[in-house]
């Protein structure tokens, strides 16, 4: 039988994948897929999370990224946000920023995932930042992490992804960005 080497990456490919018994998540490695680091910053773009964690500022063509602000999140010159009115059929709203949300669960802004000691994930362990994205619990254990977060989506992500992913985000530019906390309609 000859391979063509189409069929030969097909069947590497196959071989490649298999399943975390340890974690019960299911383990998808691609040709050439690097760990660490690198891995995280791959998963990190593929998975957009520089589309609201990276502040939009208008450009000549539109909106676009701040890219000096990449993964700061909402930005705390524009600090807290009124609640908008929200008409049928709307059911949510986003700032121009795309770093801040409203809808029934009261506003989320977008948190800055710099290395940040004191803004930022600087203070997170890697323990913490796991757990966060399995629980959806802001720092594994406060309040709840809000829509539009897909903290749900993101928790199905191996170990060694989510590690990855932690990893990354330790060596993005620190920046210092004080994001407003999320207000939460009282629960009477």
């Given at each position: 039988m000859k391979f063509t080497p189409v069929a030969l990456l097909l069947v590497a490919a196959a071989a490649a994948g298999s399943t975390d018994t340890t974690s019960g998540h299911a383990v998808s490695q691609s040709l050439g897929a690097t760990s660490g680091a690198a891995r995280g910053k791959y998963l990190v773009t593929v998975f957009g999370c520089g589309d609201c964690h990276t502040p939009l500022k208008m450009g000549p063509q539109g909106p676009s990224p701040d890219l000096n602000r990449a993964l700061s999140g909402h930005p705390e010159q524009m600090g807290a946000?009124?609640?908008?009115?929200?008409?049928?059929p709307y059911l949510w709203a986003g700032a121009?920023?795309?770093?801040?949300?409203?809808?029934?669960?009261?506003?989320?802004?977008?948190?800055n995932l710099t290395a940040d000691q004191n803004t930022g994930l600087g203070i997170w362990t890697e323990e913490m930042f796991v757990k966060a994205l399995r629980t959806g619990k802001h720092m594994a254990t406060a309040r709840p992490i809000l829509p539009p977060m897909p903290w749900q989506a993101l928790g199905q992500a191996t170990d060694d992804d989510l590690n990855a992913i932690y990893a990354y985000l330790r060596t993005v530019k620190p920046i210092t960005n004080h994001v407003p906390d999320a207000q939460i309609p009282d629960q009477d």
């Amino acid at each position: 039988m000859k391979f063509t080497p189409v069929a030969l990456l097909l069947v590497a490919a196959a071989a490649a994948g298999s399943t975390d018994t340890t974690s019960g998540h299911a383990v998808s490695q691609s040709l050439g897929a690097t760990s660490g680091a690198a891995r995280g910053k791959y998963l990190v773009t593929v998975f957009g999370c520089g589309d609201c964690h990276t502040p939009l500022k208008m450009g000549p063509q539109g909106p676009s990224p701040d890219l000096n602000r990449a993964l700061s999140g909402h930005p705390e010159q524009m600090g807290a946000l009124r609640m908008p009115r929200l008409e049928q059929p709307y059911l949510w709203a986003g700032a121009a920023t795309n770093t801040a949300f409203a809808g029934p669960w009261g506003i989320s802004y977008a948190a800055n995932l710099t290395a940040d000691q004191n803004t930022g994930l600087g203070i997170w362990t890697e323990e913490m930042f796991v757990k966060a994205l399995r629980t959806g619990k802001h720092m594994a254990t406060a309040r709840p992490i809000l829509p539009p977060m897909p903290w749900q989506a993101l928790g199905q992500a191996t170990d060694d992804d989510l590690n990855a992913i932690y990893a990354y985000l330790r060596t993005v530019k620190p920046i210092t960005n004080h994001v407003p906390d999320a207000q939460i309609p009282d629960q009477d």
